[in-house]
Nanobody, 126 residues
């Protein structure tokens, strides 16, 4: 079965850093689209970072560009989200998600995720 488990969430002060990890089973991280999403209470879920094409392509939400970095660790079969310069508005439950890539040059990384982890809470204090 395809399973994803997030870890690394916690409480951090504004300006600090956290590193989230998504441990996956049932597929090889190099071969699938994998994204990090977040959802704050009362708000819609949004994609924050995504990686595909064997790690060659990454996409980021405008709100996190320059602060967050998504990366693959092929040896561990994990996907990390390094979060720097954290802001209170980054507070949310963070989820990793995945799907098989589509055979199209226009494939968009964030769209149509099929499998989701249960999430890890990130709280950024002011």
């Amino acid at each position: 079965d395809v399973q994803l488990v997030e870890s690394g969430g916690g409480l951090v002060q504004a300006g600090g850093s956290l590193r989230l990890s998504c441990s996956v089973s049932g597929f090889t991280v190099d071969d699938w689209n994998i994204g990090w999403f977040r959802q704050a209470p009362g708000k819609e879920r949004e994609g924050v970072a995504c990686i595909f094409r064997r790690g060659a392509t990454t996409n980021y939400a405008d709100s996190v560009k320059g602060r967050f970095t998504i990366s693959i660790d092929s040896a561990r079969n994990t996907v990390a989200l390094q979060m720097n310069s954290l802001k209170p508005e980054d507070t949310a439950v963070y989820y990793c998600a995945t799907r098989m890539p589509r055979h199209s040059i226009t494939d968009t990384c964030f769209v149509g995720m099929d499998y989701w982890g249960r999430g890890t809470l990130v709280t950024v204090s002011s």
